[in-house]
């Protein structure tokens, strides 16, 4: 740990902000490989978009450095382990209720590491347990929906994508509290705790609800989507105003979350701002993708006056 210390004293960070470099420098990271075409045809275009060659015919086939991309690109995980996403939040979840109870070693290992102008911001105890509880949901839905929606499939991605999903879950399970660390330092959770005897706050009485919503919205986008005999164009109501609805409902979700997370006096928690901006940009490409995919695949017209995820907005 002592490399950990060296390494933040150094760029005169704290835990809190790692976690939000992590986070937008994936997303930017995403970004930068978006815009070129030869990287973004092979390592950002996954699952039935994807095609069996990444290399576009009007580009030679072997020379360097286009030679090493195309070994690059067949780095490949099957689509199938997307599921490994949601069964590490679940566990993450899991993991953290213990260490955020008990004060436990790991829970230490980064509270202690935690700058003291952050640690004056604390979410509350009730924060903390409501944010854990909602993504605990999330999860947990996911990895359900992974399961009970899952088609046999020879679809790959990219295995750095694979790897960099599963790093994001990761973390996305401890940005949900690192906030509220101070709280859960100075006092000790009890049963008490978990009463929720107060009333809702106005944030909560909207944030609650809009999490919700966007859950059953994303919950029946993938049930349409598994009813579909084969990847036919989805005529449901909500598929013929946004190509991919269900990225929506997804950035809504983390969206809530980091208002509800929001510390006293803050209009939002700025490390779960950073985990949606992650998602939102990530999901935006692929749904850009998928709509020029769809344009290939059915005809431009059928798809030219939808939006890509949330109606009105993008």
């Not at 911001?121 to 009970?148: D, F, N, P, Y």
């Not at 919700?212 to 598929?239: E, R, T, W």
């Not at 939002?268 to 692929?286: D, E, P, R």
Request: net charge positive; with cysteine.
């Amino acid at each position: 740990m002592d490399l950990v210390d060296r390494a933040l004293e150094a760029l005169a960070i704290d835990a809190i902000d790692a976690l939000r470099v992590f986070f937008l420098l994936a997303a930017a990271t995403t970004i930068t490989v978006s815009i070129p075409s030869s990287l973004r045809s092979r390592f950002l275009v996954y699952g039935p978009r994807a095609v069996a060659n990444p290399t576009p015919e009007s580009e030679p086939k072997i020379p360097t450095p286009l030679g090493l991309l195309d070994y690059l690109a067949t780095w490949q995980v099957p689509h199938s382990y997307f599921t490994q996403f949601y069964i590490i939040s679940v566990l993450s979840s899991a993991f953290w209720a213990i260490q955020l109870v008990f004060r436990g070693r790991v829970f230490q290992l980064i509270a202690t590491r935690i700058s003291e102008e952050h640690a004056q911001q604390s979410m509350s105890l009730t924060q903390v347990l409501i944010c854990w509880i909602l993504l605990a949901i999330q999860g947990s839905r996911r990895l359900w929906e992974s399961h009970k929606f899952a088609k046999p499939s020879s679809s790959q991605m990219w295995v750095v994508h694979w790897v960099l999903g599963l790093g994001f879950y990761l973390a996305a399970g401890v940005a949900i509290w690192i906030e509220g660390s101070s709280s859960i330092l100075s006092h000790k959770l009890t049963v008490d705790d978990v009463k929720m005897t107060n009333a809702p706050t106005v944030r909560t009485f909207f944030c609650i609800p809009l999490f919700l919503m966007a859950s059953g919205v994303q919950h029946d986008c993938h049930h349409f989507l598994f009813s579909l005999k084969k990847y036919n164009l989805p005529d449901h109501p909500i598929f013929r105003a946004a190509v991919c609805p269900h990225y929506g409902a997804e950035c809504i979700i983390y969206l809530s979350l980091a208002f509800l997370a929001a510390p006293p006096g803050q209009m939002v928690n700025k490390t779960v701002l950073a985990c949606f901006a992650f998602v939102a940009v990530n999901l935006g490409l692929t749904a850009r993708t998928t709509k020029e995919w769809y344009m290939q695949k059915f005809g431009r017209v059928a798809v030219q006056d939808r939006w890509l995820m949330i109606p009105w907005v993008y």
